[in-house]
């Protein structure tokens, strides 16, 4: 065998012994396994490893770690370069990454719990403990969650700020490093909501409102036709005063009334817009009230829906026949006890005609027909029969409850 070149033969040999090397590390020995030798292999690791015994053909060679290396050393090679060459890339070390992980583990904990924020808040040192053995706060976070401590350490301030206000001054500049969505806000908000006591699944603004600070209160809005609110807020009047067409109603103008909705009168509910123009334009104020969730509902939708479902209202909603529309019904049966409008099997098989007849024999309930990629139907291809129900109003919602 030449020094230059070990043989092709070796590289089963080659890379257990990689194998072993990097679960032992730099310094440990073991036993590397070949089994099943073909004659090259035999051949050539005969010819590396002797004056040993013979090794044959369909065996199973065994053999030390430091054995194998010191017999491919005494050839002129070095075994970090030969198994970096049938690995493809570095060799490396397990045992010191575990320790150095370890090590680092450790300091990040200790980093962690005694953070002032943290030693001041214990509610906080408890969510953090659990994340952490949940694997969900780790050291990769660390400058996140110095940024996330340093503005839950400032808050409440001495006055309610906005939300964009708050990142400008602690992000740098920058006023959207708090938005909705980010790595950021998501463990902020957690933290939030540890330190006041919330649930795990308190809405986001509901946690920012707890310590003064101000979520954009116009981008999160509610489209309505012939809202019955009580009251004599400015906005029940502006529902009352712009009866037979649509509002359009903010979080902001929600969040600050006692917003009650008439006893009994009940509340259709739909997922597009199209759906409140085309009953403005059939039924103006003969239509009953109708709420436009437009996709999955904001902060504002919920606000509007929670008073009417306070009030006793019933609640019907239709949406487009998808995924996301069968998760926008179940999600305001869970939280409002809505109850489908036009939305079931009976409704998608009357919208798809023939079209019924192509799908799938298993499709037994809403969830199977919508995960059909052959099946689209949004709002806008029953606008009539839902109009329709509209012009029957209270009659409908009596006989569907």
């Known amino acids: 065998m030449s020094a230059s070149s070990p043989a092709p033969a070796l590289r089963r040999a080659l890379l257990a012994g990689r ?9 440990g020995d073991g036993t590397i396994v070949v089994a099943d030798l073909d004659p090259d292999e035999a051949l050539a690791l005969d010819s590396l490893l002797s004056p040993r015994r013979p090794v044959l053909a369909g065996t199973t060679l065994r053999i030390a770690l430091s054995q194998f290396e010191a017999a491919l050393r005494e ?66 976070l660390q400058p996140l969650l110095d940024q996330a401590l340093r503005i839950v350490g400032v808050l409440p301030g001495p006055e309610p700020v906005q939300r964009t206000v708050l990142a400008a001054e602690m992000l740098g500049g920058d006023p959207h490093g708090l938005d909705f969505g980010t790595p ?47 009251g004599e807020s400015r ?111 009976a409704s998608a098989r009357a919208a798809l005609g023939d079209g019924w007849t192509k799908l799938s024999g298993s499709v037994t309930a809403l969830a199977d027909l919508v995960r059909d990629p052959a099946v689209t139907i949004p709002e806008e291809l029953v606008l009539d029969t839902l109009i329709a129900d509209l012009r029957a109003g209270m009659t409908l919602t009596q006989n569907q409850r």
């Not at 030693?119 to 694997?135: D, N, T, Y």
């Not at 939030?192 to 101000?214: I, K, N, Q, Y």
């Not at 979520?215 to 609110?229: K, R, T």
């Not at 739909?270 to 437009?294: F, H, K, W």
């Open 19 to 27: 194998e072993k090397r990097e679960q032992r590390g730099g310094a």
């Open 75 to 140: 050839c002129g090679f070095d075994p970090r370069e030969l198994y970096e060459g049938v690995g493809g890339g570095p060799v490396r070390d397990l045992p010191a990454e575990r320790a150095a992980r370890r090590e680092l583990r450790t300091g990040f904990r200790g980093w962690l719990l005694e953070h002032e924020v943290v030693r001041g808040r214990p509610s906080v040192g408890g969510w953090l403990e659990s994340a952490i053995q949940q694997g969900r706060v780790h050291p990769d």
């Open 184 to 230: 950021l806000h998501s463990l902020t908000v957690s933290l939030l909501a540890a330190a006041a006591g919330l649930g795990e699944h308190t809405p986001a603004r509901e946690v920012w409102s707890a310590f003064d600070v101000v979520v954009d209160p116009i981008s999160s809005n509610v489209v309505g036709l012939n809202l019955p609110l009580l």
């Open 235 to 345: 906005v029940a009047c502006l529902a009352r005063g712009m009866h037979g067409t649509h509002v359009i109603l903010t979080y902001g103008q929600l969040a600050t009334v006692d917003l009650r909705w008439s006893p009994g009168v009940p509340c259709f509910s739909c997922e597009n817009p199209s759906v409140v123009i085309a009953a403005e334009r059939a039924l103006g104020p003969s239509c009953p009230p109708l709420v436009c969730t437009r996709g999955r509902p904001s902060d504002a939708v919920r606000l509007l829906l929670s008073a009417a479902h306070h009030a006793g209202a019933v609640i019907l909603h239709h949406g487009d026949f998808d995924e996301a529309g069968v998760q926008i019904l179940l999600d305001l049966e869970d939280r409002y006890g809505a109850a489908p409008w036009r939305f079931d099997l």
